[in-house]
């Protein structure tokens, strides 16, 4: 693979070793070497690179920052891994047209602080936000705890540059907040995680930062109740920026890894956030207190800004810390209608008790994404073919749930057994069909989504 | 085609010459005749009516209450017009959830009312709310007024049910609040005006009702400071439900038609709504109020629910009351970044002088999108052609103000020939090929959104 010195104008690449082994993951835990790592600087860099991996049938997997839960990031062999580090410039902030052009590499929480300074945000905020990047973010159709009232980042794309598979340059989506010309090209390459072309530059909106926040905390004596109080919640026309779960498992692992001091002789506590006009923050703050004392728990309003982000720095920090209580966990993501999370966490308990397997559970569960973790050790062979029996049973209680198996992960390489789980065949053969369209060659990221296409 | 009577279980069909022609046109002013008019009542009729179709090569035309300003519904000849008014159900009133399921054929305005009994509502409020249905809303991604604060349909659509141009059936989308499972077939089908599959169930995303909403007029003596105005308004952070512009010779045409009272000798108007709790939408109001009243806008507050219906009314009845001023108009609508909206009005004000035609502008100044609309008569054929040629102008104008040539009424018939001027041909060829995977034969709604397709 010489030749990638000819091709790349600023680019840089390497096939050493140990770039190799660094860019062979992301966090799912599975890893496969590619046969050389790029660095491209510019658009033309990527349709240059696209060109000769179309002609020389190579494939090419994008990676952001590798964060993704899924694998959708991981390499096949052969193929050239292609890093967006040197692509992440933020290079439009217009606050007039409440939007910003980005590269794909700009990591999340950069460009929430760059907005910030103006009182501006970006409501996608998931936890990964101070490493993963705008590219896998929107690759992945990213959530977080402010989806529940803002939405994903499906919302907020305008425009995508993008790189075919065979090196052509598209430019999807409109610089305006409406339009119906043709087809929705944007939307479709939203979430494809990375199968269809090679983003290289997005517009996103962007929206006044609320003028206040109010953050409460509620401790349950059951998950069942913290379920109930979520949705009531929302019944009574209450849309909270942020309605986020930890069970019990979930607040003794934070308090190992981040000594936060979380009680841990609770079953669960919701953490929510409700923001805007500060007068009419606080009629809603009295209304969710009121139902929170009504299914028995027992609420704390945090003082400041401090206290504040110490939640929420402990609330990012629940899944590195659920690996201080076990060697590896299997880490779902399903998502029900409001109205069921109360039945799927009393469904999960079920499952974890009838099988000895510990499952620790958090989430946005405002949106009714939980996180599902079942907790195993991947080097005791039976115990983690007894612990990836749950998925399917967590799968299973979830789509009877009217739920899907993917709140915010997407399917990558470890869901892709149990997408038809959800989507009938025949809506799985239009997705494989307009794969086929985007990459007749099948060169761009191989693999992932689909089933029976694993090339591990 | 005598078969069809026997494909249709419980739905219904006429050859009669009158009803081939009630079902012949839309609010394009264009009209072909089909062959036939079927009104199915279940999505069973759909299949069986596609697979009879798709066997005998026979064209389908989907058609709402053709009130689509660009021929997106009007047949071409021996085809099969299917019409919704026999499947106008709303299945299913979530509000714990906040999501409905309705019918194609529910009347937009009939599913408002019926939320409204709840105190929820469907933010995509196209002017056409009391004719249009949620099928053709869906099929051309439908705006209106309160798209400036809430988004237009495609942010609303959860779930589609819909039946291929074979006959098979497809469910897209979840009914959580997010999902990342596959690409996402439900943002492709919105907005793709009928061409890739038939629509037969949709569910929708809902919301809460605003506790209180306070409208304001403003009179502007030039269209420059109307435009200017509106982007300080969002420049300063803050997002009206609505922000609607009318421009004098729109305010006269009101008038002439609904006796309103409109002032008449001022360029401009805007009707701006702001929603939300009481208390915080006095301070935005009071925040506009001075903004108009720094670009010499004359501000009144309507005083009751009674004075604000009325302006509403007369909003909704801009598109027929120019039909009081000129026989024939040309409707385009287009969109601009807000900050460009100033010189969009002035550019079009000077196009219309340049060439001596009128040309009358209102529409939704918030986000940028402005009716125009070029007055003239058919039937003066060198009048007709002269005012066609400012399309193209009115196009190039938009474009180089970094805007879209359709906000909401989609491409159709009427704009085919002009897609090319703002979407590259590699972009084209992409959804052209989508357009084939889903309809290889080409007898689902053909000749729509595609140039040098037109079978007319």
Not at 183 to 212: C, H, N, Q
Request: with cysteine; hydrophobic share 40%.
């Amino acid at each position: 693979m010489k030749s990638l010195k000819d091709i790349l104008v600023d680019g840089s690449f390497s096939m050493d070793k140990e770039d190799l082994l660094c860019y062979g993951y992301d966090a799912s835990g599975i890893d496969m070497a590619p046969a050389a790592v790029v660095w491209p600087k510019s658009t033309m860099d990527i349709c240059k690179l696209m060109q000769f991996a179309w002609q020389n049938d190579i494939k090419v997997i994008p990676r952001g920052a590798g964060t993704g839960l899924t694998g959708g990031a991981v390499p096949v062999a052969d193929s050239i891994l292609l890093s967006f580090e040197k692509m992440n410039n933020i290079i439009e902030i217009d606050t007039r047209n409440l939007n910003v052009v980005v590269e794909p590499g700009v990591i999340n929480g950069d460009l929430q602080r760059a907005l910030g300074q103006e009182r501006y945000f970006y409501p996608p905020d998931p936890a990964s936000l101070n490493t993963c990047t705008i590219g896998g973010n929107v690759a992945e159709n990213a959530g977080g705890p402010r989806a529940l009232k803002y939405g994903v980042t499906r919302d907020y794309v305008m425009q995508i540059e993008a790189v075919l598979p065979d090196g052509k340059l598209i430019q999807t989506g409109v610089q305006t907040k409406k339009s119906v010309v043709g087809y929705d090209l944007t939307r479709l390459l939203v979430g494809s995680e990375g199968t269809l072309a090679v983003i290289t530059k997005i517009r996103l909106k962007v929206l006044p930062m609320p003028e206040s926040v109010i953050t409460i905390l509620s401790a349950f004596g059951s998950l069942e109740q913290a379920g109930k109080t979520v949705s009531r919640i929302i019944a009574d026309g209450i849309i909270p920026a942020t309605m986020e779960l930890m069970d019990r498992m979930t607040l003794v692992a934070v308090n190992k890894y981040k000594n936060v001091g979380f009680p841990e002789d609770i079953e669960a506590m919701l953490l929510i956030e409700i923001d805007g006009n500060s007068r009419a923050i606080q009629a809603d703050a009295d209304k969710v207190a009121n139902i929170c004392n009504g299914f028995q728990g027992k609420v704390k309003i945090a003082e400041d800004s401090a206290s504040r982000e110490l939640l929420w720095e402990a609330r990012r920090a629940v899944s590195p810390a659920l690996y201080k209580i076990s060697p590896t966990k299997i880490n779902e993501d399903v998502v029900v209608p409001v109205t069921k999370v109360s039945e799927l966490l009393t469904g999960l308990q079920g499952i974890s008790e009838a099988h000895s397997v510990p499952i620790a559970c958090f989430g946005h569960a405002g949106d009714g994404n939980i996180h599902v973790n079942i907790m195993t050790d991947k080097n005791d062979k039976k115990k983690y073919d007894e612990a990836e029996k749950l998925v399917r049973k967590t799968f299973k209680l979830t789509l009877d749930l009217g739920g899907s198996i993917s709140g915010e992960h997407g399917i990558g390489l470890t869901k892709s057994k149990y997408i038809d789980m959800e989507l009938h065949s025949v809506t799985l053969d239009i997705m494989r069909g307009i794969k086929k369209l985007f990459d007749t060659k099948n060169i761009l990221n191989p693999g992932k989504i689909f089933p029976g296409t694993d090339v591990h």
